[in-house]
């Protein structure tokens, strides 16, 4: 490797002056080219003044969040999720709430899920209704539907559910939800 000129030096000088990187190199340091200052923080903003709370939002339908986890982040794996959704997985038990009050779809469905627990069932088919698609009326409909991720995550029975997952359409589709029960360890 030859070494460079002094005409050859001052022009590389010129070219190393003139040109500025994509990206910060993460190591690499060289002698000959002085350290650039560290940039200076950006100015602290004001203490943040106390807002109203923000008004309260209708709960997500039950069947897009798991209930009664024990453990945080742990779902169902890939393979039930896929035969869930093909319509693959056949329910152990039907737990059908139409014609029911509140009080009494409660005290059912808290019944039916006791059953299933101690005979080791591991799919429950919840026939909930569909919700209305344009609800018209005075009163509300759907109070069941809308009820029921609340009454599962509460439930004395919620560390036995593993997932709550949409119906497949031949098992009810909207208007079902299927209760994954935890599988019993000796």
Do not use: C, F
Request: hydrophobic share 40%; no cysteine.
């Amino acid at each position: 490797m030859r070494r460079l000129n002094p005409e050859e030096k001052a022009l590389w000088g010129k070219v190393v002056a003139s040109v500025r990187p994509l990206h910060r190199p993460a190591a690499r340091v060289r002698a000959d080219v002085p350290p650039e200052p560290p940039p200076e923080p950006p100015p602290e903003p004001p203490p943040a003044m106390p807002s109203k709370p923000a008004p309260k939002r209708a709960a997500a339908p039950p069947a897009a969040k798991p209930a009664g986890r024990a453990k945080p982040g742990v779902t169902l794996d890939a393979s039930w999720d896929r035969r869930l959704s093909r319509g693959l997985v056949e329910p152990d038990a039907t737990v059908d709430l139409h014609s029911h009050n509140l009080a009494t779809a409660y005290d059912l469905l808290d019944r039916r899920l006791d059953q299933a627990v101690s005979e080791g069932a591991r799919v429950l088919l919840l026939v909930t209704g569909k919700p209305p698609a344009d609800d018209r009326r005075p009163v509300g409909r759907g109070a069941i539907r809308a009820a029921v991720g609340d009454w599962l995550a509460g439930s004395r029975h919620a560390a036995d559910i593993a997932a709550v997952r949409n119906a497949h359409p031949r098992h009810g589709g909207a208007g079902a939800l299927y209760i994954i029960l935890r599988r019993k360890r000796i």
